[in-house]
């Protein structure tokens, strides 16, 4: 029987990935949910602003006046998006420094996951 193919000890199975190149994956995908969610958050705040300011000048007001009430309708989701805007900005900080770092690592590793060894059909059979 061909000793190739029978099953390796566990610890072949570990990652070489060491420091920052291990986590940087989980961070771009986590990055880039975030920044989904922003953005989608960001359309539906702008939407939320456009028909408060439409519905309050049906009655002949303008969004715009120096009144309390106006300024209380355009400001009623600064928080949202500064917070939206915010972690925006973080995550694709984020994503962009663990970008970086997989296209660093990406020929530090020059090792082949198969151990460099040719597997064909047969072999798989087995």
Known sequence: MDESAAPRETGDHES?????ARFARPVLIAAAVVAVVCIALLVIIFLLDTFNATVYSVGGNDIQDNTQE????????????????????AALLAAAASGWVLFRGRKVGGS???????VDFDDLGR
Do not use: N, Q, W
């Open 16 to 20: 070489k990935d060491r420091g920052p």
């Open 70 to 89: 106006a300024r209380d309708i355009r400001g009623l989701y600064d928080g949202a998006r500064a917070g939206s805007i915010f972690f925006l900005v």
């Open 112 to 118: 082949d996951t198969d151990g460099g060894e040719d």
